[in-house]
Structure formats: C-alpha cells, structure tokens
C-alpha cells in the first residue's frame, strides 16, 4: 500500500506481494489518513559502516526492523589482482596473494603454490610439506580466533572477548614474523618450497604455543558458548539449509556448519594432509544457524591443534625448497588447484601460455561464494541479525573484491 | 544450563580470573612483550630514541632475523662505487611486482670488487613509498647486491622527492648486512663463496679438458704425419 520511492534497484520481495506494514504494536492500529503515505525504509548500510567488516555496503529495505529486502554492493576494494598477475611473472604475483585475504596470508599463498608446482611438476622436500601443514594451521587458528571474536563484537559484546582473540592471534602473528619477517604479508611460500627455514627455536616456540592454546580454547568455550544472550542472538537466526548451502557453492565452515561433511583436507588430501590423524567437524544439519557457524569454528581450531601437535613432532630435517628457476616458461596447460582455507575453498585456476607470465589467472575466493546466501538468510530476520548473519560468514573484503 | 545466566557467571569468572592473573602472568596480559627478540632491539626507554637529527635508532637495530623493510644494494669492503656488487641488469627492476625500482645503466665498464670490468648503474631509484616490501627483487638478483634493510625511521616532511631513494644511499657496507641480519649474511657469503668455487672449478675442468682434448689432437696428428712419413 505504500508507494515507496526505491534508489537502488529492489526487484520485487520475495513473495512477490505488495507490501503491508506490520509496524503497529498489538492493540494499536495504523492511522490512516488522507495524503499520509507509509513507507519501507531504505537504509544503505555501509560501506564504512563498523559491522560490515571493510569496506562492503548492504542496501536494506526495512519494515521496522524486520529485513524485507537486502541488497549486497561490493567493489569498493577492487585492485584487479587477476589482471595485474596477468601482466608480471608468476613469481611476482606471490606478494599479492597475501593481499586477498590479509589475515590468512600463509593459506593464500600455497593455493598459489600449489597451482604453480602443478604446472611446472616440482618436488617439494619433505620438511617445506610439513612446515606448510605447520603455518596453514596456525593460519586456521588466527583467522577463527579472529573470526569469534569479531563475531561476538557484531553481537555487542565490544572489547573483552575480542581481546582476548587478539592476545592469542598475536602470539602467532610473532611467529609468522620469525619465520618470515612480516607479520601479516608473510610472502613466505615458493614454488617448490619456502622462502626460508625457520629460525633456530622456532619449532620449540611454536611447540609452546600450541601446547598453551587448548587452555586458552577452554577458557573461550567457558567464556562464550554458553552464555545465554550469544545463545538468544544466535540460535535460529540467519538458518541455512543443506539443499540451498550445497546449491550456493558454500564451503568450508559455513557448509559444514549447514550438515555437510565436506573438507578438502580430507577430500583431496593435498600436501601431506593425509599422514595426519584429525576430524572434521559438522553440525547435524537442523538449523545451519548462527550459533553452528560459530560453534564449528571452535572446534575445527581444536583439530587444527591436534594437526600442529602430530606435525611440530614429527618434523624433519632437510631441504626446505626444490630446485625451481626463479623466472620460468611452463609448456601450455590449465591447472586448478585448490586448498581448504580458513574460509572455504580457495581455488587458483591458471591456464600457462609457455610464457613467463600466465595467460589466466583466475581466484576462487571462498568469502566472495559464501557471501552470495547472505541475502536469503536476511531476509525476514530483525536489522540487527543482519549484522551478525554478516559476521558469521566471515568475509574479508580484500579477498571479496580482489 | 540449569539456571537461568549461569552462562554468564561463568564467563565473567573467567574475565575476573584474567583481571587477577594478569598481575601474575604475562601471557594473560592483553598486550604482548617481545621477550625473544634480541636484547636492546627495541626501545626501552624514551632516552633510547635519537636525539639528534639524522641519528638513526635502527642502524643498530636488529628487530628479528628475517625483519626486512626495504632494499639496500650491497657493496664490499672499500669504496661504495669501486666495490658495488649491481651491474645493472634490469632483472629487478623487471620483476619488483609494484614496479618501483628505475635503473639507468652506465655506458662504460669499472672494475669491481673482483677487478673484473663490469657496467654499474649510472641510476638507482626506488620508491619506497611504492615498494611493497616483498623481497622479490632480493630473490631474482643473481649477483646477491640487493638485499633488505630493516631501517624503518624513514618518515620525512617532503612529500615527492623524500621517499624517492637514490642509489648513493641505497649503498650499504657487507658489514653493515652482517651486522643487521648475521645469520642471513653469513649463509649468503657462503653461497657466493661456494658459487665462485663452483665456477673457478669448473673453469679448471674446461680448461683440463680443453688441453686434453688439445693434446690429443696434437697426438693424432703427429701419429698421422709419423703414418704419412713411413707410407
């Protein structure tokens, strides 16, 4: 009944009927008058807005404060990542797949590798396997701890259990800058290998930390997974289906937060994946809610941990890259490799030309798919689960726009 | 969950459980302390911050082993522009992935360190306002002249030229490398030791071979001429 003056580009609501406000309290009536309108807001949350992780924009259209219609604009952070490697070796393209997703930068980096090696078949030495297995979990570690304590800051909860993610995610962080000299860019896979053998200590260092994070995941769960208002806010709210999570693409915590037993580690098995003993874990598949999302993260960082135990111990001595030219010509081919990030499956596609530079160079980036459900687990939920539905797919613009 | 915000008084006796304990353990300390890095690496007290103008904190700053800000190019012991390691090649300036390095190659050959003739560059620019810190450059060079610095008191009030560094202060002493990164000088003089003795051996073994192959002929052909004087 109201006629609304729409900016963006709405379509119809899902149901296809028009509109009727629901605003009024019980007992009360909406006035009717002569020349009054009533209309659907249009909020355009974003691109700075503090929920949106970055720089993304929902433009929203709310009957109160129920979503009727969400609409994701994206772009903001464009860099042309694809075409730029296009136009340099595949070398110089490793620094900027850390620049996808910034916070896992080991992760972006071996799926990278991982393509490359598969072009120009290479031999990686037992060690860089295990030193990768080593950096990808701990990666795993900094971007779920991340991810949990942004999510309970989207909640409300600012400051404490944020902090204490961030005291943790720290501690790696240093890690990473000893073995590779950057915190966060660490630029530190080859083809074939890694750049440099970690410093003297620094598997003992790392033995350390792992060997502490159990008890600090226990005092989160304490901290987190039953506190009853993170249960309210996020139990039921943002449900995601199996049908509709495996039709979307959705992988990695977010589909098996939906019922789906699907891991590349264990699917693929790439690297050295398959010596280890670990679980996947995934929810039953009733809800796919918010409350699942959040839970699988917590115990997939155990796992992670139970991988970097078997890993730090077994470790060998040796080589820490194969002999690979630092510019080379593969023969003409198409390759896909892909890894289980953080986030879901991150795919590089490249297709050589027998050039130096790739003819294609081409991102599956997880946050981007599993981005693409977030309206239809909007819709119908109140503006502020909006914001933690966001939260909970974990994105990271850097690696959404690319 | 039997009562009702049991969750909650659990987690708030673990807030308080880190209130207290973060007056006895460090690791409950919601900010970190960089006990491995080396002794005197970082600032203790604001009197260890430089006090006159130009006096760099980090020239003597080793942060960790594999820290690295920006490229330096290496000389070795004596005159910067007799001892510079580049020959301008261009690899670098190639592959530096945000293009920040200019090179300009000289037009006539000096002697390096090896009193081999040798092109140098005549220009040397990076842009560190550009530069990514990637290490890539580092990598590629052939000749090891490139490598990472980890000074960072690098701020300067002019806005175009400030940041443009010019190949005169890229120039730094091998000792200085060993000094900021020991482990990474030391394994690198090795490579080039062992590279040169690689090639010096392999030089002898061509030039055995060369005189093998030499005096075979000259035998052959003195058992021909030795057959052509009986026939």
């Given at each position: 009944?109201?006629?609304?003056?729409?900016?963006?580009?709405?379509?119809?609501?899902?149901?296809?009927?028009?509109?009727?406000?629901?605003?009024?309290?019980?007992?009360?009536?909406?006035?009717?008058?002569?020349?009054?309108?009533?209309?659907?807001?249009?909020?355009?949350?974003?691109?700075?807005?503090?929920?949106?992780?970055?720089?993304?924009?929902?433009?929203?259209?709310?009957?109160?404060?129920?979503?009727?219609?969400?609409?994701?604009?994206?772009?903001?952070?464009?860099?042309?990542?694809?075409?730029?490697?296009?136009?340099?070796?595949?070398?110089?393209?490793?620094?900027?797949?850390?620049?996808?997703?910034?916070?896992?930068?080991?992760?972006?980096?071996?799926a990278y590798a991982l393509a490359a090696e598969k072009l120009i078949e290479v031999e990686v030495p037992e060690r860089a396997e295990y030193l990768r297995v080593i950096m990808a979990e701990l990666t795993r570690l900094v971007n779920h701890v991340t991810l949990v304590g942004f999510f309970i800051n989207d909640l409300g909860a600012l400051g404490t259990p944020l902090m204490y993610a961030f005291r943790e995610r720290e501690k790696i962080l240093d890690l990473f800058e000893q073995a590779s000299g950057a915190r966060m860019m660490c630029n530190y896979f080859r083809f074939g290998g890694l750049r440099n053998d970690v410093p003297e200590g620094w598997l003992d260092r790392a033995r350390e930390l792992v060997d502490r994070f159990p008890a600090f995941l226990d005092e989160y769960e304490q901290l987190l997974c039953e506190n009853e208002i993170i249960l309210s806010r996020t139990q039921g709210v943002g449900n995601l289906s199996r049908e509709l999570a495996i039709n979307a693409g959705i992988t990695g915590p977010m589909l098996r937060a939906s019922g789906v037993n699907y891991d590349l580690r264990k699917v693929d098995a790439y690297g050295i994946y398959d010596r280890f003993k670990f679980r996947v874990p995934y929810s039953d598949g009733d809800t796919g809610d918010c409350y699942d999302r959040f839970m699988i993260r917590m115990l997939e960082m155990r796992e992670s941990v139970a991988i970097l135990k078997q890993a730090l111990a077994d470790i060998p001595e040796g080589e820490i890259i194969g002999k690979v030219s630092k510019v080379f010509k593969p023969k003409p081919a198409e390759v896909y490799s892909r890894i289980e990030g953080p986030k879901g499956e991150l795919g590089f596609y490249l297709i050589a030309d027998g050039t130096t530079k790739p003819y294609r160079y081409r991102v599956r980036p997880p946050s981007l798919i599993n981005l693409t459900v977030l309206r239809d687990m909007c819709l119908g939920g109140k503006i502020a689960d909006a914001v933690i539905i966001l939260g909970s797919i974990d994105i990271v613009l850097g690696e959404v726009d690319r | 969950m039997s009562i009702l915000g049991g969750g909650i008084f659990k987690g708030m006796a673990v807030t308080l459980r880190n209130f207290v304990g973060s007056y006895f353990y460090k690791e409950r300390l919601t900010t970190n302390d960089y006990e491995w890095r080396p002794d005197g690496a970082l600032p203790q007290s604001i009197g260890d911050y430089p006090k006159e103008e130009g006096e760099q904190l980090s020239d003597t700053t080793t942060v960790n082993h594999y820290s690295r800000n920006f490229p330096m190019l290496l000389h070795d012991t004596g005159e910067p522009m007799d001892t510079i390691r580049c020959v301008a090649c261009k690899i670098c300036e190639r592959e530096c992935p945000p293009q920040c390095i200019y090179i300009?190659?000289?037009?006539?050959?000096?002697?390096?360190?090896?009193g081999k003739p040798q092109f140098y560059p005549a220009k040397f620019d990076i842009d560190v306002s550009v530069c990514m810190s990637c290490q890539i450059c580092v990598e590629v060079c052939?000749?090891?002249?490139?490598?990472?610095?980890?000074?960072?008191?690098?701020?300067?009030?002019?806005?175009?030229?400030?940041?443009?560094?010019?190949?005169?202060?890229?120039?730094?002493?091998?000792?200085?490398?060993?000094?900021?990164?020991?482990?990474?000088?030391?394994?690198?003089?090795?490579?080039?030791?062992?590279?040169?003795?690689?090639?010096?051996?392999?030089?002898?073994?061509?030039?055995?071979?060369?005189?093998?192959?030499?005096?075979?002929?000259?035998?052959?052909?003195?058992?021909?001429?030795?057959?052509?004087?009986?026939?």
């Open positions: 009944m109201g006629t609304h003056t729409a900016r963006g580009n709405f379509g119809e609501t899902p149901t296809g009927e028009s509109h009727r406000l629901t605003a009024a309290a019980p007992n009360y009536e909406l006035l009717q008058q002569e020349g009054l309108e009533t209309s659907l807001l249009e909020i355009s949350m974003g691109p700075h807005h503090p929920s949106t992780h970055g720089v993304f924009r929902m433009d929203v259209k709310l009957d109160g404060e129920t979503v009727v219609e969400l609409r994701p604009v994206f772009g903001y952070l464009h860099r042309n990542h694809e075409k730029l490697a296009e136009n340099m070796t595949y070398l110089s393209s490793m620094p900027f797949t850390d620049r996808l997703d910034y916070f896992n930068s080991m992760t972006n980096n071996w | 300009e190659k000289s037009t006539e050959k000096i002697e390096n360190a090896d052939p000749f090891d002249a490139i490598v990472m610095n980890s000074q960072f008191e690098l701020s300067t009030p002019d806005r175009f030229g400030g940041l443009l560094v010019r190949r005169d202060d890229l120039l730094k002493s091998n000792d200085y490398y060993h000094k900021i990164h020991p482990q990474e000088a030391a394994t690198r003089d090795q490579k080039m030791a062992d590279d040169k003795a690689a090639k010096e051996a392999k030089k002898k073994a061509a030039a055995e071979k060369a005189k093998a192959a030499a005096e075979a002929k000259a035998k052959a052909e003195a058992e021909n001429e030795s057959k052509e004087d009986a026939e």
